[in-house]
């Protein structure tokens, strides 16, 4: 017997091993996501106490670069307001360009009309002189009649009454019988 008992004792002391193993096991079942939230949650504050920091340290550094920031931003503003202008301007030039090339494109035409009115005032001017040469022409072939009438008149009165002369007088002018007379 004391060999059944060896032998059972050793099948007990196995089976409280086992029992122990098994209590350990339930234990550490219960522990083990006690010891991960716990894990967790010392994870977690110090990633709190990471993102604080970092927080504080980016309030520090927005404070520090606040003036900057207002500088940049006054930059832009004006690099805004400077584009602006910039395209007001371009579109400015632009249409005063267009009115540019339309007045050229005008003037050209002006200066055709120009010439042509230039020539029509050479040819009008040319006309007029022939005309003022034609006047003139007539005023001296007047001046030579009135002469020659003053003349035939003082004839005329020299002659007597008992005088029977016939006397005609002819004005040519331009080759045409302008007057006849006896």
């Known amino acids: 017997m004391n ?15 086992r029992n122990e193993i098994i209590a350990r096991i339930e234990k550490l079942k219960i522990r083990i996501p006690i ?4 894990a967790a949650q010392a994870e977690h504050r110090r990633l709190k106490e990471v993102r604080n920091a970092a927080k504080a340290e980016e309030e520090r550094l927005k404070e520090r670069d606040q003036p900057l920031r207002d500088r940049a931003e006054a930059y832009n503003s004006r690099k805004h307001g ?4 910039y395209e007001k301007a371009k579109t400015s030039l632009t249409n005063t ?4 090339k339309a007045r050229e494109e005008k003037s050209v035409n002006f200066e ?3 010439l042509a009115m230039e020539n029509e ?3 009008v001017k040319k006309q007029a002189g022939k005309k003022k040469a034609t006047l003139e022409e007539m005023q001296t072939n007047i001046t ?3 002469r020659g009438a003053k003349q035939a008149q003082q004839k005329l009165e020299r002659l007597g009454p008992d005088d029977t002369v016939k006397v005609e007088v002819r004005v040519l002018f331009k080759g045409e019988l302008i007057a006849g007379g006896c």
């Open 3 to 17: 060999q059944k008992q060896a032998a059972a004792k050793v099948t007990v002391d196995r089976l409280h091993k």
């Open 121 to 123: 005032y050479m040819r």
């Open 144 to 146: 030579k009649l009135e």
């Open 35 to 38: 010891a991960r939230y716990t």
């Open 82 to 85: 400077k584009l602006r202008l």
């Open 97 to 100: 360009m267009d009115k540019i």
């Open 112 to 114: 055709d009309e120009a």
